[in-house]
């Protein structure tokens, strides 16, 4: 048994009353109120003329004043009903417009005895509250999710457990949900909540009712981690379904346009041994049959991979299906799964209004000919009675004539025609009769469409919904004349249509992959498209010349289905490359179809791994990919164990050992992270270790013009010494730097391919090795492939050009810069200890009297440009809105500027400038400031005014001031671990090395600072 199986074992039998989350509640409201896992359908509460509408994929409140706004109620005693002293709530969810003081949800009985979160703080969209009353006397934190911005979609989690409350929100569309934005502890329990009123939208309080959309909204058995809630995340408001079932069907649920030869694919359920298939147009039947009475649509029985080739499907049609999941032997159960709908593509698509010009031979005042394909008047297939909306001839004109010329040639397939439906139509027949139709490719030779003769009369009513449909059975066709003989009043009055409509068989290559003007795409995938509907090949031209493209000279090759490989058209990082796809049928009465001209330009790199995909759950571990020195475990996506590489690694952080102080975390490092990243990847060392990676398929890092390999890494202050390699195919290259793996910051290492020995057009296998006697950790980012690598940064020496002061804080508040500047004071009880190791002594503050001042006021006030640079070892305890320093002059409207290690109680590390006059200007980093001394820095350069955040040396941030610091005056109150603002709390932590300059540090200057020298 490998370690980490006995370990997670132990902890088993330690804590065998502890059980994962269970979803026991789901409301989708796709098209119902009706919820999916437990029977608890929700309502709605009419109660006013505001009301909520629910459409296939959400339920809408319309929002307003309490007592005249419908809200979504679910059943009382949902939360006490689950029986579980652990609750995890979550949604996604939508707020249209500010509502005064409107809830996310809240689940209580009175003002009194209640639980939710709001959108706002009364009606500022930039605060927001979560609170939990009395439990004793109420808990409540504001301003930790704001601004939810409106129109955007958010996932919102909000987790309760036994003392303690916390809350996750992120947009929808984010790649992270991240760590918590907030919590706070709790004496009472859920037992204690009397949830009566459990409702979406709506407030104990007399507060107005939100204006939000809801699309999903579940409540879970247990406490969800932030681990388990990022995998829900990726997966989305419809990424999860009870155990054992079929889940992530292709094509996704009610997707539209798909193609009739789809073959259907979908992820096994966690026990499935084989799979039953159902398909339909009748949804009554797929929900109904089953193995004892098929209904005689049953596909497969006891099929055994997850995909299924169902031939092809009729146009327009739409099909429901359903997989049901036969667990293996010897269980056998049939666990049913959901019923899932798809439309076929349909044989033909209208022509947008935007591909044709129109033309008539008389027009009426007040009339416009691109009226009849503009769409205007026509909504849902209903007209208008508009005059405004329809073309009218004049009067004189007694065979009007319209020309219809389309932006290419088109496979015409069919035509409605809208007859004039002005309101007196009845009465007067203003409407075209009798009609003559005609069809052109060249616009010289003219075909008469046989039956198009005559039209109906329309109503002249606003409900007109029904055209006349002409065939036109797919003629080949650029132009369209339609000749009108008469009107249905038969007097000259004039004589007009409302709408147009051409109908095309897609014969032209279409819907791009990468789409049109994309950007950043990596060179090492394949180009795809929807190919045209007559097409038995493709001829596919590519260049950076997009009027060789366009005119046909760039050269091209063949391709027998919908995609080819960039590589096989040798395309290059840092380029944009113009294309065209001709679909070809030399069977056909139009051989070649010349599709349009597209573009996409490549990113500067190719992605080796950016860590990004690592999770706690398997197959996702990064030890999993990343091999160590202990292996893992078998499981259903493993089925035989790898007892590890036999090296002193271990990958990842120790989540399973209760005395770690990762215990219950993530095994990636969500803190210490590379510029831009989300996480890094922790190897721990003792002796000599290494982690191993198998690539597969192998990669070819010949194409593309690659040449460098660049990887980031970071060391550890407190790591033993020693030599950091990388082995590529077995060929090692070891790092330069003997200090790397005692390196507290982020170091980008270039490896030239050209150098490294062994042929890499077969890149198999990838070693990160550390030879020492000792032991540390390592975090490893952004595994990248260049043509042109960037520069690494080379740490300078900024000496003492525009030093204004320096605190080195050893064993006092003198300045040692040789400014002139007086000592600082400090106020508390904070005491000198240990700095960094070779920086002396650094100051330490308690978080609740402690602070120090400096006086510095004079420095900012002359200073346009500023660089502030300090080492912070922050406790991450203690109150919320924490300063490592604030230089200003008070609360309210007074200028300050200032750098808070985390956001709240557990956001993101913050720098902030305001004037008197001007409003914050702000950076953050992802993440909160991380244990252990770390260096931050602030840079703001006063020409350019850009300001930019360093933590560690490297560059987490970078914006735009409106102010900068000779702008806040001569600031009078300038802190150590202290805010201008009473409310907040001060800094628990120790400061060292407190350095300020009137000149932007450069990036190197700040790497030297950071420990780089």
């Not at 949902?78 to 949604?91: A, F, H, M, P, R």
């Not at 924490?882 to 230089?887: E, L, M, N, S, T």
Request: net charge negative; charged share 15%.
């Amino acid at each position: 048994m490998c370690k980490r199986l006995l370990v997670l074992s132990l902890i088993f039998m330690a804590f065998a009353s502890v059980q994962a989350a269970e979803l026991v509640h789901r409301w989708n409201f796709n098209g119902d109120l009706k919820d999916s896992i437990g029977g608890a359908d929700a309502v709605i509460d009419d109660i006013g003329a505001n009301n909520v509408t629910v459409s296939e994929s959400q339920a809408t409140l319309a929002g307003g004043g309490k007592d005249t706004s419908d809200y979504i109620d679910l059943p009382d005693g949902i939360l006490n009903g689950i029986g579980n002293t652990s609750i995890t709530i979550e949604c996604w969810a939508t707020q249209l417009s500010v509502q005064n003081w409107s809830r996310i949800f809240d689940f209580g009985s009175t003002t009194t005895d209640n639980i939710f979160m709001s959108w706002t703080v009364a009606t500022t969209l930039g605060n927001d509250r979560v609170e939990w009353v009395p439990n004793p006397g109420g808990q409540s934190v504001d301003g930790t999710n704001a601004p939810y911005d409106l129109g955007v979609e958010y996932h919102i989690a909000l987790v309760i457990e036994p003392g303690l409350v916390s809350w996750y929100s992120a947009p929808a569309e984010s790649d992270t949900l991240g760590e918590a934005k907030g919590s706070f502890s709790v004496a009472g329990a859920l037992s204690d909540l009397s949830d009566t009123n459990n409702w979406m939208g709506r407030s104990q309080w007399g507060d107005n009712t939100a204006n939000a959309s809801y699309n999903e909204f579940r409540l879970w058995s247990g406490a969800l981690t932030a681990a388990e809630l990022q995998v829900n995340h990726v997966k989305g408001p419809d990424g999860v379904s009870p155990k054992g079932v079929a889940i992530n069907p292709v094509p996704v649920n009610k997707e539209t346009d798909v193609l009739r030869d789809v073959v259907l694919v979908w992820e096994s359920g966690e026990y499935a041994g084989s799979h039953d298939v159902y398909l339909s147009t009748s949804e009554a039947d797929v929900t109904d049959a089953s193995r004892s009475n098929t209904l005689g649509i049953q596909l497969v029985q006891g099929q055994t991979v997850a995909s299924l080739d169902v031939g092809r499907l009729e146009f327009g049609q739409t099909y429901y299906w359903r997989v049901d999941e036969v667990n293996a032997t010897p269980d056998n159960t049939i666990i049913a799964g959901e019923v899932w709908s798809f439309d076929v593509e349909p044989l033909s698509y209208a022509l947008a209004g935007d591909q044709i010009a129109v033309s008539a031979s008389s027009t009426a005042k007040n009339s416009d000919v691109n009226d009849l394909i503009n769409g205007s008047g026509l909504v849902n297939g209903q007209h208008s009675t508009s005059n405004l909306d329809m073309w009218l001839a004049l009067a004189a004109d007694f065979t009007p004539t319209l020309q219809f010329d389309f932006a290419k040639v088109q496979a015409l397939d069919r035509v409605l025609i809208y007859n004039q439906n002005q309101t007196p139509e009845p009465s007067i027949g203003w409407g075209a009769k009798d009609i003559v139709m005609e069809t052109s490719a060249d616009g010289v030779e003219w075909t008469v469409v046989e039956g198009a003769t005559q039209l109906t009369r329309a109503p002249g009513e606003t409900d007109y919904a029904s055209p006349d449909e002409i065939s036109l059975t797919g003629v080949i066709a650029q132009h369209v004349r339609i000749k009108i003989l008469n009107n249905w009043g038969g007097l000259p009055v004039g004589v007009g249509l409302s709408e147009v409509v051409f109908y095309a068989v897609p014969v032209y290559a279409r819907q791009p992959m990468p789409v049109d003007g994309a950007v950043a795409v990596e060179p090492v995938t394949d180009l795809s498209w929807r190919q045209g509907r007559q097409a038995a090949q493709s001829s596919v031209a590519l260049d950076v010349d997009e009027a060789g493209v366009a005119g046909g000279s760039a050269a091209s090759v063949t391709a027998q289905g919908n995609t080819i490989a960039m590589t096989d058209l040798d395309v290059e990082l840092s380029t944009t490359y113009f294309w065209r796809v001709d679909e070809v049928n030399d069977a056909e009465a139009v051989a070649v179809w010349s599709g349009d001209v597209w573009s996409f330009s490549t990113g500067a790199y190719v992605t080796v791994d950016d860590f990004e995909s690592y999770s706690n759950f398997s197959p996702d571990r990064p030890f999993q990919t990343w091999v160590d020195g202990f292996g893992y475990s078998a499981d259903e996506y493993f089925p035989v164990a790898n007892p590890g590489n036999g090296s002193g690694a271990a990958v990842g952080h120790d989540i399973w050992s209760p005395s770690s102080i990762y215990f219950g975390g993530d095994l990636m490092e969500q803190t210490l992270t590379a510029e831009g990243s989300g996480q890094s990847m922790p190897i721990y060392y003792s002796g000599n270790s290494h982690a191993d990676c198998i690539l597969s398929p192998s990669q070819d890092w010949t194409v593309a013009g690659i040449k460098t390999l660049v990887l980031f890494v970071m060391g550890d202050r407190e790591n033993a010494p020693g030599s950091l390699y990388l082995q590529i195919n077995g060929a090692k290259i070891t790092h330069e730097d003997a200090q790397l793996l005692t390196k507290g910051m982020w170091t980008q290492w270039n490896i030239d391919l050209a150098s490294v020995g062994v042929a890499v057009n077969n890149v198999k296998n990838l070693n990160i090795g550390i030879e020492s006697a000792g032991s540390g950790v390592i975090y490893v980012d952004e595994m990248r492939l260049y043509k042109a690598a960037p520069d690494v940064p080379v740490a300078v020496d900024p000496g003492s050009n525009g030093l204004a002061a320096k605190y080195s804080l050893d064993n006092n508040l003198n300045d040692t810069s040789g400014s002139g500047l007086g000592a600082g004071t400090i106020v508390g009880s904070a005491f000198y200890v240990d700095g960094l190791a070779g920086n002396g002594m650094g100051l330490s503050f308690n978080g609740t009297t402690d602070y120090a001042t400096l006086p510095i006021g004079g420095v900012i006030a002359s200073a346009n440009s500023i660089t502030i640079a300090c080492w912070a070892d922050f406790s991450n305890e203690g109150d919320a809105w924490q300063r490592i320093w604030d230089f200003g002059s008070g609360e309210g409207a007074n200028p300050y500027m200032f750098l808070c290690p985390r956001v709240n109680t557990a956001g993101p590390v913050r720098f902030a400038i305001r004037s008197a006059t001007v409003g914050e200007s702000g950076l953050g980093s992802r993440n909160t400031l991380a244990k252990g001394w770390q260096h931050v820095a602030v840079v703001i350069d006063g020409d350019t005014r850009v300001m930019r955040l360093y933590i560690n040396g490297s560059m987490v941030d970078e914006g735009t001031t409106g102010v900068i610091p000779s702008e806040l005056g001569n600031t009078t109150q300038n802190y150590l671990a202290k805010s201008q603002y009473a409310a907040d709390g001060l800094y628990q932590g120790a400061v060292d090395e407190v350095i300020l300059y009137t000149r932007p540090l450069s990036e190197g200057e700040i790497r030297y600072l950071a420990g780089d020298n």
